[in-house]
């Protein structure tokens, strides 16, 4: 199989031409298993952040002296094009850094971009405004998705006529009662809270030399599968920490059998040998976010480690690159992109993988209806999966970026979101995960947010992801740590 050119296969490694390090160690080479470009690898060993770096007072420069970044270099990435959209942070490119952060910025943002964010990223330093502006898109991914996901759990397997039957001609229109009470949150939120977790303790666990994150995403959902057969938390469990204890996780909430059957056993499924091989719903799609918070990662990277996670409980393509596809658009839109340009930077990226086209095709016809006509249900219905069946991720995922680029504001995008014949909830948490990281938490509908379950377990998870990315050295290294950051996010 092609490897790729000298010049794409420097590229990822990090070379010059002639062997000697272009940047901060090479990754290894050799293809995705599958695909024709050149792979990137995850697992390659950690670089190490430049010494003596300085910067303002409070400001975090990742990694400090000696320590090791998190997440290896792709160098040569385009900044994203054009000013942000609504309250988008300037995007500046830069070698990826430790933390999750970018270290030694390669320019300024583009002109006339919103420089919150993008100050950190091209600089590597984080005061405060870029991390209270960070931490702001964090929290409104997160409770955005699980937003959209207690809007559409109500239209479940109802059809647009059923929903307008039971709800009135607008169908829905904001919370309405399901599995129990409104506001309730299915497996796609408690599956997002344990991808959180497992991208924290992946860099916790790296002060002790291991640095495989597919595992420990892997190890997070194991912790979630256990809350889906036990009464409760298992005090006996060492490696809980905090979100295990969660009691309120400890029931099922419409879970897909794909889920269930493959995080049923240990058994780490790949690229290579992924769980269930023809499963091509969306509910890998709707736990794959929080990949794309990784702000200091390269694109590409963020796609591998998603698709890589995907893996382990859907195998089909569609399935795959839909969940890569999420992650890739909200990582675009955490940095500064508009919405079209992060569509379009994904677009890109996906073509280079086997099987991308029903993937594609979805986001090429979302980003083509927003120019057909008025926004409505009728709209919506016409890009849901239609002859793939409801259960096709790719379609969830095209109504999820079309009702995102339509919306005038976040509660408009999640009802349209959900009134339609397909995948209600994952349209919803899509939906609501892009909203909410292209405009923050602030955005968001109060008088929703105060009925929603888990909303406090939501923002402490987002503020501890947002304080590990940025502050992370002062949590913990491999010499020292605070006990109580390691009580939450275990090593083990």
């Known amino acids: 199989m092609d490897a790729g050119t000298d010049a794409e296969m420097d590229a990822v490694n990090g070379t010059n031409g002639t062997g000697s390090a272009a940047g901060p160690g090479p990754l290894p080479s050799g293809p995705v298993p599958g695909a024709d470009a050149p792979a990137i690898s995850l697992h390659a060993p950690a670089p190490t952040a430049p010494a003596g770096a300085t910067g303002p007072a409070g400001a975090h420069l990742p990694g400090g002296p000696g320590r090791a970044a998190t997440g290896p270099t792709v160098p040569g990435a385009p900044a994203p094009a054009g000013p942000a959209r609504g309250q988008g942070p300037a995007g500046a490119t830069g070698p990826a850094g430790a933390h999750g952060l970018l270290r030694g910025g390669a320019g300024p943002a583009p002109a006339g971009a919103n420089r919150t964010l993008g100050r950190g990223i091209a600089t590597g330093l984080w ?43 607008d169908g829905l229109t904001g919370p309405a009662p399901a599995l129990g009470r409104r506001g309730r949150v299915t497996a796609a939120t408690q599956l997002t809270l344990f991808t959180v977790d497992g991208l924290i303790r992946a860099h916790v666990r790296r002060d002790t030399g291991a640095w495989h994150p597919p595992t420990d995403i892997h190890h997070a959902y194991l912790r979630w599968a256990a809350t889906q057969h036990d009464w409760g938390p298992d005090e006996r ?95 675009g839109l955490i940095r500064g992109e508009s919405l079209d340009s992060a569509v379009q930077r994904t677009l890109g990226l996906l073509g280079a993988r086997p099987g991308h086209q029903p993937v594609t095709d979805a986001l090429q016809r979302a980003t ?72 923050g938490e602030t955005a968001l509908p109060a008088a929703w947010l105060a009925e929603l379950e888990g909303r406090a377990a939501l923002l402490e998870l987002a503020d501890d992801f947002a304080l590990e990315m940025t502050q992370g050295p002062s949590l913990h290294s491999p010499t020292a740590s605070a006990p109580g950051w390691l009580v939450r996010y275990p090593r083990g």
């Open 127 to 169: 005061g405060r405004v870029e991390q209270q502006d960070f931490r702001s898109r964090v929290r409104g991914t997160l409770l955005g998705s699980a937003l959209g996901d207690a809007l559409g759990a109500p239209a479940a397997g109802l059809s647009l006529a059923a929903l307008r039957e039971a709800h009135g001609p």
């Open 237 to 331: 469990r060492k490696d809980n920490g905090w979100l295990g204890r969660e009691e309120w996780l400890y029931a099922r909430r419409v879970p897909h059998r794909a889920c269930l059957t493959g995080f049923a056993d240990d058994v780490l499924g790949t690229l290579d040998q992924p769980k269930n091989p023809a499963a091509r719903d969306a509910a890998a799609a709707s736990r794959s976010a929080p990949f794309g918070l990784l702000v200091g990662w390269e694109p590409a990277l963020v796609l591998q480690l998603s698709v890589e996670c995907a893996a382990q409980s859907h195998g089909h393509p569609t399935a795959t690159l839909s969940a890569g596809a999420v992650a890739v658009i909200v990582h």
């Open 368 to 439: 083509a209806a927003v120019t057909h006509g008025s926004p409505g249900p009728e709209a919506v219905e016409a890009l849901s999966p239609g002859g793939d069946g409801p259960e096709d991720a790719a379609g969830a995922l095209a109504v999820a970026v079309y009702c995102a680029l339509v919306a005038e504001d976040v509660p408009q995008g999640l009802r349209l979101a959900v009134n339609h014949g397909g995948d209600s909830i994952a349209a919803g948490a899509l939906c609501g995960a892009l909203l909410g990281a292209l405009h």
